[in-house]
């Protein structure tokens, strides 16, 4: 017996639905360990701070050898428009690894990355 009250939307939230979901946030989360895990530079990784005062969005690079990662976060209920800064403009150009949504909007020539509320992206350069 529980201890505490099942949540009324027991039949659509539960790891069963979770489970069946390819983009739901459990399978999301299963992408992710499999990313770090097989990345030694999300592991190991020098880590960089970039635009520290920013109120919406949280960007780091993380590099390991020859493999060099760009992390942005759009930490807010609005979407952002977010000029890469010179050192790193060029992950513009570089790979998707992974996003919380189904798409991404980037201007690869202007550097911007355009993101949605609670938008995560883990570019490689």
């Known amino acids: 017996t ?3 009250k099942v949540n009324d ?3 659509t939230v539960n790891a069963a639905v979770e489970e069946n979901d390819p983009n739901s946030t459990l399978n999301y989360f299963r992408k992710m360990i499999a990313l770090r895990k097989g990345s030694p530079a999300l592991i190991y990784g020098a880590y960089k701070l970039y635009d520290g ?3 919406k969005i949280y960007a780091y ?3 390991q050898d020859n493999e060099k990662l760009l992390v942005v976060m759009n930490f807010s209920n609005d979407a952002v428009d977010y000029a ?3 050192p790193i403009a060029t992950f513009s150009k570089g790979n998707l690894l992974i996003n919380n949504y189904s798409d991404f909007n980037i ?3 202007k550097a911007v990355l355009h993101l949605k ?3 995560a992206v883990i570019l490689k350069q």
């Open 2 to 4: 529980p201890w505490l």
């Open 9 to 11: 939307n027991y039949k």
């Open 53 to 55: 005062d920013h109120t």
């Open 61 to 63: 690079t993380r590099m």
């Open 84 to 86: 890469l800064p010179t």
């Open 107 to 109: 201007d690869k020539e």
């Open 117 to 119: 509320p609670w938008q």
